[in-house]
């Protein structure tokens, strides 16, 4: 009796899978990776990621400038 359950547990585990499997590679077509969906046209965000395909077909090597100040922002 002790070794039934975990056996039975292993056999519905295993029937589950294979039943799941095939569908597990379809929540692509459902689901989204897109940040920006839910932020407003006007975030920053979304403007560089519009901004993000200009980019991505060039060769040229991608460059981050930062620029510093003494004086403080008005």
Do not use: C, H
Request: no cysteine; aromatic share 6%; proline share 7%.
């Amino acid at each position: 009796m002790r070794v039934l359950i975990p056996v039975a547990l292993i056999l519905v585990w295993l029937v589950g899978a294979s039943l799941g499997g095939p569908l597990f590679g379809k929540v692509d077509e459902v689901s989204s990776n897109d940040q920006t969906t839910y932020l407003p046209e006007s975030a920053d965000a979304t403007k560089v990621q519009q901004r993000l395909g200009d980019f991505n077909d060039s060769d040229d090597i991608p460059a981050i400038a930062v620029l510093t100040s003494d004086e403080p922002t008005q």
